[in-house]
């Protein structure tokens, strides 16, 4: 019906319609992203972090299958930031992650009790608050699906561009980052399907680091590629006309917005 619906009516009007349609959902979400206590105490903490590493470089490490190729010993003094379920790989590295950051609800919801128990800084979307309660590590984010844009100060909305990924390329920027280095970003999945399709999984995780990462049972979402790519060229922008930079040392990935370089070559 919805398809159908939008070829019967103009262009304008879909759009301005649907511009209102988020207008007011974001305003309806606005005052308890704002004014709850612990989303108050999550918006102190990153006023703190704000411009904190200026000047510093981090990597943002994806979970993509190239990472079981990425010598990750080389990070063990280095910021970094991980994501969703990265914490699968810190006994075998023998160091964690400085950050860590998850706003898919599936994600969350299905390993609460997991990122409950991280002694790191936490970062996760405001809609987990039913799932993981706030802590002296936590930070509650305000991350939306809908309204495109690259926020420069994470204490407002943030737009999740159908990846954590970007989620942390905005708090990177926030923190003051200068240079950042992604890896493990594959942007390929053998798993095919529409975007966003919730699915079970029925097996062994072939598009991630570690098996059992969406292993038998995990319902997770397909990727949506393209508006991650959207995020990604926002970031870029918001980067370069910072004077920072965006850099993708993935082994073999098929992102093309960033500048590639060699992994190896940083140390």
Wanted: one cysteine or more; a positive charge.
């Amino acid at each position: 019906m919805r398809p159908r619906l939008k070829t019967l009516t103009p262009d304008f009007v879909w759009n301005a319609g649907r511009a209102a349609y988020f207008g007011l959902l974001h305003a309806r979400q606005w005052p308890g992203a704002t004014f709850h206590p612990w989303r108050r105490a999550s918006i102190r903490r990153l006023e703190a972090l704000k411009n904190h590493y200026e000047g510093e470089r981090c990597f943002i490490l994806g979970n993509g299958p190239s990472l079981k190729h990425t010598d990750i010993s080389k990070l063990r003094d280095e910021y970094t930031f991980g994501l969703n379920r990265i914490y699968l790989a810190f006994e075998k590295w023998g160091f964690e992650t400085s950050f860590f950051v998850s706003v898919n609800d599936l994600v969350i919801e299905q390993t609460a009790a997991e990122i409950a128990a991280l002694k790191i800084p936490k970062f996760i979307t405001w809609r987990a608050r039913r799932w993981v309660p706030l802590d002296s590590d936590t930070h509650f984010l305000h991350t939306t699906y809908t309204g495109p844009k690259f926020a420069r100060d994470a204490r407002g909305r943030l737009w999740e561009g159908a990846t954590v990924t970007y989620i942390a390329l905005q708090l990177a920027f926030h923190m003051g980052f200068r240079q950042v280095i992604l890896i493990g970003v594959d942007h390929n999945f053998a798993t095919r399907g529409a975007p966003n399709t919730t699915i079970t999984s029925e097996g062994d995780d072939p598009d991630h680091f570690h098996a059992a990462y969406f292993g038998k049972g995990f319902r997770w979402q397909l990727p949506d590629l393209e508006t991650s790519e959207i995020g990604y060229r926002l970031a870029r922008r918001a980067y370069e006309r910072a004077g920072r930079e965006v850099l993708d040392a993935t082994i073999d990935g098929k992102l093309t917005i960033f500048n590639k370089v060699d992994y190896n070559g940083l140390f």
